[in-house]
């Protein structure tokens, strides 16, 4: 019963997000619009995150390095080689495919904290990569005049044709993510995560479905990030640095690991809340904090994690006597100052 209301409540939250991204072009705010671009954008990357961490149980920071190769790769080839912009997406893609292939096959021996320090090592070494290698990437002056995307003489050089755009990826990720966890991928995946040594006994290819899922996982950052680019025109070392790795963990987190819907959640609380708060000037970081440090504990699962791991927020609070109780030690004290 339970799961049916957890279930009930996630389809219920999808379809106002739905109803929320169809009503937000018509209200006119240009802010709202771009806003919910980058949402959509980070979400997609969220979801393929949420496949590693929340469905397979690999903890893998890696994830700004394959969108580092998406956004580079399609500035680098539009920019310096002339290629069409749809051309260079799908070849920064085949990148990504490439690397998480490559590199998964040593990487994808370690197991849990090791795994974690390893691709964390890979994301400060890309970040520290794109600063550096100035003739390739610009350093931190970063690449601008990335070409729009194009379908015969539309253009998507106008922030609501890429919303429309943004959400319609993130839409087709989402059903990817859900049509893959209901698969028999997906179950393979959930034996990984629960335990390696049984799911091989069970006859799972265990680093097969352990390079699949990050495969599956890089290509779609790195066409998330090919479009992030292409809709900023511009890219930089700083999308890819340590604040962008933890913001991924903590929409991840804060949305629900292993949740549908979570991921949009998260994404849009990161990315929307603090623009919210943002007239608070001084105090805005520490109100936003606080809040966030809140959730944590209240719902360590996440807004749509588990429900039997929340915690009531009356357990958080220090227990105060209550007027009754302290009448009733009083008396007990005097009855026994009595006795002696």
Same mark, same amino acid.
């Given at each position: 019963?339970?799961?049916?209301? @957890?279930?009930?409540?996630?389809?219920?939250?999808? %379809?106002?997000?739905?109803?929320? #991204?169809?009503?937000?072009?018509?209200? +006119?705010?240009?802010?709202?619009?771009?806003?919910?671009?980058?949402?959509?954008?980070?979400?997609?990357? #969220? %979801?393929?995150? !949420?496949?590693?961490?929340?469905?397979?149980?690999?903890?893998?920071?890696?994830?700004?390095?394959? /969108?580092?190769?998406?956004?580079?790769?399609?500035?680098?080839?539009?920019?310096?080689?002339?290629?069409?912009?749809?051309?260079? $997406?799908?070849?920064?893609?085949?990148?990504?495919?490439?690397?998480?292939?490559?590199?998964?096959?040593? &990487?994808?021996?370690?197991?849990? @904290?090791? $795994?974690?320090?390893?691709?964390?090592? $890979?994301?400060?070494?890309?970040?520290?990569?794109?600063?550096?290698?100035?003739?390739?990437?610009?350093?931190?002056? *970063?690449?601008?005049?990335?070409?729009?995307?194009?379908? +015969? *003489?539309?253009?998507?050089?106008?922030?609501?044709?890429?919303?429309?755009?943004?959400?319609?990826?993130?839409?087709? #990720?989402? %059903?990817? =993510?859900?049509? &893959?966890?209901?698969? @028999?991928? =997906?179950?393979?995946?959930?034996?990984?995560?629960?335990?390696?040594? %049984?799911?091989?006994?069970?006859?799972?290819?265990?680093?097969?479905?352990?390079?699949?899922?990050?495969?599956?996982?890089?290509?779609?950052?790195?066409?998330?990030?090919?479009?992030?680019?292409?809709?900023?025109?511009?890219?930089?070392?700083?999308?890819?640095?340590? !604040?962008?790795?933890?913001?991924?963990?903590? /929409?991840?987190?804060?949305?629900?690991? *292993?949740?549908?819907?979570?991921?949009?959640?998260?994404?849009?609380?990161?990315?929307?809340?603090?623009?919210?708060?943002? =007239?608070?000037?001084?105090?805005?970081?520490?109100?936003?904090?606080?809040?966030?440090?809140?959730?944590?504990?209240?719902?360590?699962?996440?807004?749509?994690?588990?429900? @039997?791991?929340?915690?009531?927020?009356?357990?958080?609070?220090?227990?105060?006597?209550?007027?009754?109780?302290?009448?009733?030690?009083?008396?007990?004290?005097?009855?026994?100052?009595?006795?002696?």
């Amino acid at each position: 019963m339970v799961d049916f209301a @957890h279930r009930r409540a996630e389809i219920a939250v999808l %379809i106002l997000i739905m109803l929320g #991204v169809l009503f937000v072009p018509f209200a +006119g705010s240009r802010l709202a619009v771009y806003s919910l671009t980058i949402t959509a954008l980070y979400a997609a990357v #969220v %979801i393929s995150l !949420n496949l590693l961490l929340g469905l397979a149980g690999q903890a893998s920071f890696a994830q700004t390095t394959f /969108m580092a190769i998406g956004g580079y790769g399609s500035a680098l080839l539009t920019t310096r080689l002339g290629l069409d912009p749809w051309l260079a $997406l799908i070849l920064a893609a085949i990148g990504a495919y490439l690397a998480a292939y490559l590199i998964g096959r040593p &990487l994808l021996r370690l197991r849990g @904290h090791y $795994l974690s320090m390893a691709t964390f090592a $890979l994301a400060l070494g890309t970040y520290a990569f794109a600063n550096a290698a100035t003739e390739l990437t610009n350093g931190t002056i *970063g690449i601008s005049g990335v070409l729009p995307l194009g379908i +015969g *003489g539309f253009t998507f050089d106008t922030p609501l044709s890429f919303y429309i755009l943004s959400w319609v990826f993130c839409g087709l #990720v989402l %059903i990817t =993510g859900l049509l &893959l966890a209901n698969s @028999h991928f =997906g179950r393979a995946w959930r034996a990984l995560s629960t335990n390696t040594d %049984i799911a091989a006994a069970l006859g799972i290819d265990v680093p097969r479905y352990r390079r699949l899922v990050l495969v599956i996982s890089a290509v779609i950052a790195s066409i998330a990030g090919s479009l992030y680019v292409e809709f900023t025109s511009f890219v930089g070392p700083d999308l890819y640095d340590i !604040n962008i790795i933890i913001t991924l963990f903590l /929409m991840l987190f804060v949305g629900g690991r *292993g949740s549908t819907v979570g991921p949009i959640v998260g994404a849009g609380f990161l990315v929307i809340v603090p623009q919210l708060i943002s =007239g608070l000037e001084r105090f805005q970081n520490l109100v936003f904090f606080s809040a966030l440090l809140v959730l944590i504990l209240v719902r360590p699962s996440g807004l749509f994690g588990p429900t @039997h791991e929340s915690i009531p927020l009356r357990a958080l609070l220090p227990r105060l006597p209550s007027l009754s109780g302290i009448r009733s030690e009083e008396r007990r004290r005097t009855r026994g100052a009595g006795r002696q």
